[in-house]
């Protein structure tokens, strides 16, 4: 039976609610089918989520169809035209719901995360925009499918609508149909909540209306209690000064401020000669590739420079990454705190008031700047660069780290070091999934021999960068350090983003310093877990500066420091505490259970986390998490409050 002039408006939008839906199934059979875009799979079991995701989608299409019927319905008699706009109205919404759907699932098989407010405001300019092609034609699972189901849902919806109403499958009984679907909606309701409930599966399965919601629900959540965070911040001072080592000649002063350290005593220069520092950041920088971490859990030999240089200065064999990706990691090290779990600093909280590591550089003396291969404004770096340093360099001509490291060799011969020390940083790019910089790169299908070759060339740039500078009469007075952004996974723990866990592959990093030094005149290898939030602290300690400031982390070269620091990781609900040898792992929202369940590795055994070791150690599992949690609460309560200086 063909549409009628007869057809209400309530028929056509009951006809079109079960066309939309029909075409949500179809997507969630193409995103939990498929592979992730690096290769692996993207869920382990198909139907312990497709049949969630089926009642998931008809419960919140249902309940958001129903304002609208009941509008068609109102105007059904006394002003038809009227009630067609409801029809329409809802056309418009779910097609432009259809295509954030396309958007959120994709990015959740490339990044691990949903299309949040924050990764919108992180990522939604034009320098990110540009590079999605190429992620799309380097898609492992099927090149472009991305951009044509985004381009074709709202219209497969209205085809499948077109079909239904041409058939006459709705329009002759569409209370009854609607009913049906109702039904269906509150049954599926009681068989993902009550008879087979799983939080993780239902964040991995959330709608975009569901993801959009909490994210604003988020934003407007209440305040942690002030005599809460007093407590909080009470209990953050007592355990940074337990675990500080022989560095506790400090107070904290401000209870409203839990974060903002002073020194005791003396304050400023603390060596008679001021030395410049040198940080350089790789991306992807997996510390599994590096040579000279063999002994402590590394693979493959894929930085010879780097390992000719680990043992004439200081290498520190467990270092992580508190935060991913990228512009997280880069938060962490300037700032010396962890980042927001699920909004980016750099996006969410603009006018948020700090003192950068180069803050203080540069009010004690240095000269500072930012050399990028990656345009920082990709991830919303740009603002905040150049607040912290008196200059950011990067051109999209020097986007190989050869000519980036060239044209920074040149600048800081040509314009540092006469008269005052400087502290620059350098941030790499070519190590980059999908890791096809260079043409010939994209010869090796193997994505993981394709990462090792990159990283090849970059440790090659990074040496002929310090080689080049070998001969300025500043070079003796410099200190290298040398760290990534974050790791990368392979599949190791199943799927290939960074939004599946904290694992080795994911956090683990090369870290280590060299030069002229005094401090550094004898090497040492040290396997006390640190993080990105130390690294602030211990370049200081290095530049011979004691100054206020609110980095959490520790000097790493404080020879009394203990292993009995914690260190915190967290990546939007996922959430790890490392002390000593044991890392664990969970969530950080504690009425949510993990997909993997608690789990605890000794990583001087097991440093790829291959052997679960929580059973008989609950007690040890769970206080880790709960430490981790507490810390990352602290932090998000604030940056709500703007807390980090007086």
Wanted: charged share 20%; with cysteine; hydrophobic share 45%.
């Amino acid at each position: 039976m063909r549409l009628t002039p007869k057809t209400s408006s309530a028929a056509r939008i009951v006809a079109w609610t079960i066309s939309v839906w029909l075409v949500h199934a179809a997507l969630r059979v193409l995103v939990l089918a498929r592979h992730d875009a690096f290769g692996h799979d993207f869920v382990g079991k198909f139907h312990w989520y497709f049949f969630h995701a089926l009642c998931f989608d008809a419960s919140w299409i249902a309940i958001g169809t129903l304002p609208f019927l009941a509008h068609a319905l109102y105007w059904k008699r006394r002003a038809p035209r009227w009630a067609g706009v409801a029809l329409w109205a809802l056309v418009v919404v779910h097609s432009v719901l259809l295509m954030a759907t396309v958007a959120d699932h994709e990015l959740q098989r490339f990044l691990g995360s949903h299309l949040t407010p924050s990764v919108l405001e992180t990522y939604g300019n034009r320098s990110s925009l540009r590079e999605i092609p190429n992620f799309f034609a380097n898609d492992k699972s099927v090149p472009f499918l991305p951009l044509i189901l985004f381009l074709t849902a709202p219209l497969s919806a209205i085809g499948l609508w077109k079909l239904i109403e041409n058939r006459g499958w709705v329009d002759s009984r569409p209370r009854a149909w609607f009913v049906g679907f109702c039904l269906f909606a509150g049954a599926g309701w009681i068989y993902t909540e009550i008879a087979w409930p799983g939080w993780n599966r239902a964040r991995k399965l959330a709608p975009v209306v569901q993801v959009w919601w909490e994210a604003v629900r988020s934003v407007n959540a209440a305040a942690m209690p002030d005599s809460e965070f007093v407590v909080a911040g009470h209990d953050w001072s007592r355990s940074w000064m337990n675990e500080a080592g022989s560095d506790t000649l400090w107070r904290f002063p401000d209870p409203s401020r839990p974060f903002w350290r002073v020194p005791v005593g003396d304050t400023g220069q603390t060596d008679s000669v001021k030395h410049n520092v040198v940080l350089i950041v790789i991306e992807t920088g997996r510390a599994l590739e590096m040579g000279a971490l063999r002994d402590w859990g590394a693979t493959s030999d894929a930085t010879p420079f780097l390992d000719s240089v680990a043992g004439s200065g200081w290498l520190w064999t467990r270092h992580v990454c508190p935060s991913m990706p990228t512009v997280r990691a880069l938060t962490s090290i300037h700032l010396g705190v962890w980042d927001h779990p699920d909004r980016a600093i750099v996006s969410s909280f603009p006018g948020l008031r700090n003192r950068s590591l180069p803050n203080i550089l540069r009010d004690r003396g240095w000269d500072t700047r930012f050399f990028s291969a990656a345009d920082p404004a990709w991830d919303n770096e740009s603002p905040w660069l150049g607040r912290w340093y008196d200059g950011y360099d990067y051109s999209s001509s020097r986007e190989y780290d050869a000519d980036m490291f060239d044209h920074a060799s040149r600048w800081i011969r040509d314009s540092l070091g006469r008269s005052k020390p400087f502290f620059v940083t350098l941030m790499t790019k070519s190590n980059h999934y999908p890791f096809d910089q260079m043409g010939a790169w994209t010869k090796e299908p193997d994505l993981h021999k394709r990462l090792r070759i990159s990283y090849r060339y970059t440790d090659s740039c990074i040496g002929s960068f310090v080689k080049s500078l070998r001969g300025q009469p500043w070079f003796a007075r410099t200190t290298f350090v040398v760290t990534g952004d974050h790791g990368f996974p392979m599949g190791e723990h199943g799927p290939g983003n960074m939004g599946h866990g904290l694992f080795t592959e994911s956090v683990w990093l090369p870290l280590l310093a060299w030069g002229g030094n005094p401090k550094l005149a004898v090497p040492r290898v040290v396997s006390i877990p640190s993080s990105h939030l130390d690294l602030a602290p211990t370049i200081l300690h290095i530049a011979g500066v004691r100054a206020a400031n609110h980095f959490a982390g520790h000097d790493l070269m404080d020879p009394a420091r203990s292993d009995s620091a914690l260190v915190a990781l967290s990546h939007f609900d996922e959430i790890a505490g490392t002390r000593g040898v044991w890392r664990s792992h969970g969530l950080l929202r504690t009425c949510m259970a993990r997909e993997k369940g608690p789990q605890l590795f000794r990583l001087d055994l097991d440093p790829r986390e291959e052997n679960d070791s929580a059973k008989g150690r609950e007690a040890l599992q769970s206080g880790l998490v709960s430490e981790a949690r507490d810390r990352i609460r602290l932090l998000v309560e604030v940056l709500r409050r703007d807390a980090l200086v007086p």
